[in-house]
């Protein structure tokens, strides 16, 4: 008997062997009920089954081992994205559904053995129908994995959403309360302690909803208008400095800085940037914007050692970090900057690129930038 033939005849006894082992690993308080766990192993037989009948030329056979043939297995994929939610509705992790498809595989080939199948038929049948099995489980994992992903960046996007709100009361009664002449020192000292950080909390906080933005496929709110870049670079220079006080920073303008842009991201950018270099570099720190025809170039350079050529593939990637920061006392941050600063580029149809070597890193920002530029 062919194991496409073989699945179909003994559909019930391989359903049990499925039923019962994933009732072992599922979690005591799921409430996946057995005939659940019976439809979606019937299910996945069944396609398995169909698919192991179809034709299969030694291109699509290497495509199919490759994850290249999705499109045309649409059917087959559905019914494994289908087991993933099934799966992730009822805490099964992504362990436990990889074990199941183990299960699976080794009971079918261990019941089908024992009808004796022919030499060279039933390898290939055998190698067909791990094809099918490692198709449907690679499906069933990115599925859910993705939603996993998006459950948990829906979350934390709530999450820094609603924190807004109470923080800034706190930064509002802090703004009060400095303003109160019958406080002693030591008081207005715990004050400014309090709204330093509250707004570094504010700054994590900004960062995690625009990372939460991004990864959910929102395009990141800009609001574009006719800016002057030089007090842009100032105001960021200046945000920097009274946090950083011993920092070395050089602001140099040249050219027009009258254009469009979202001066408030602008600045994100900037403080991203300059903050960044303060932490992680040592000496003076060069901040350049430069206009011409019609693109504004920001430059932002720090002496220090050269960032490792093995970190700067990945260095704009979210929740990455190069290397530990050089200044005690400041918290590093969630390794959001850099890719905050690559989603402000892009919003503004601009690049941003890094050069280090020697005992220089510099940042580059190139953008449009004139009368003419919009959102």
């Not at 703004?175 to 700054?203: W, Y």
């Not at 800009?222 to 050089?250: H, K, L, T, W």
């Not at 900037?270 to 270099?277: E, K, Q």
């Not at 892009?346 to 941003?352: K, L, N, Q, R, T």
Request: proline share 3%.
């Amino acid at each position: 008997m062919n194991l496409a033939d073989f699945i179909e005849a003994d559909l019930e006894g391989l359903i049990d062997d499925w039923a019962d082992y994933a009732l072992k690993i599922s979690q005591q308080d799921s409430r996946l009920s057995d005939k659940q766990l019976r439809d979606s192993a019937s299910e996945i037989l069944m396609a398995i089954a169909a698919d192991m009948r179809e034709s299969q030329s030694a291109t699509q056979q290497r495509a199919k081992s490759w994850g290249e043939e999705r499109d045309g297995q649409s059917g087959f994929n559905h019914i494994a994205r289908l087991h993933a939610e099934d799966r992730l509705a009822h805490r099964f992790n992504i362990n436990d559904v990889v074990s199941e498809f183990r299960a699976l595989r080794a009971t079918v080939l261990r019941r089908w053995q024992k009808t004796g199948p022919d030499g060279d038929s039933g390898f290939q049948q055998m190698i067909r129908f791990n094809e099918a099995i490692d198709q449907a489980l690679a499906e069933s994992v990115r599925h859910h994995a993705y939603r996993t992903e998006r459950i948990r960046d829906l979350f934390a996007g709530v999450l820094a959403h609603d924190l807004r709100s109470p923080l800034g009361a706190i930064l509002n009664s802090g703004e009060v309360l400095l303003h109160d002449r019958s406080l002693s020192a030591s008081s207005v000292r715990a004050v400014a302690f309090v709204q330093r950080g509250a707004l570094r909390m504010k700054q994590m906080i900004d960062d995690l909803l625009i990372f939460t933005r991004t990864r959910l496929g929102d395009a990141l709110p800009v609001s574009f208008s006719m800016q002057d870049m030089g007090r842009i670079c100032q105001d960021a220079v200046d945000e920097v400095r009274a946090s950083y006080p011993d920092a070395g920073i050089n602001l140099s303008l040249a050219g027009n800085m009258e254009g469009n842009c979202d001066p408030s991201r602008i600045g994100q950018l900037l403080v991203n940037l300059l903050t960044n270099a303060v932490r992680y570099g040592s000496g003076a720190i060069a901040v350049e914007a430069e206009g011409r025809d019609g693109q504004m170039t920001l430059t932002v350079a720090n002496e220090g050692d050269p960032i490792s050529e093995r970190a700067l593939p990945t260095l704009f990637d979210p929740l990455t970090r190069a290397s530990a920061p050089n200044r005690s006392g400041n918290a590093a941050g969630m390794g959001l900057g850099l890719y905050i600063c690559r989603c402000i580029a892009a919003v503004h149809a601009g690049s941003i690129g890094v050069e280090s070597s020697g005992r220089e890193t510099r940042f580059v920002v190139h953008m449009p930038f004139g009368p003419s530029v919009s959102c």
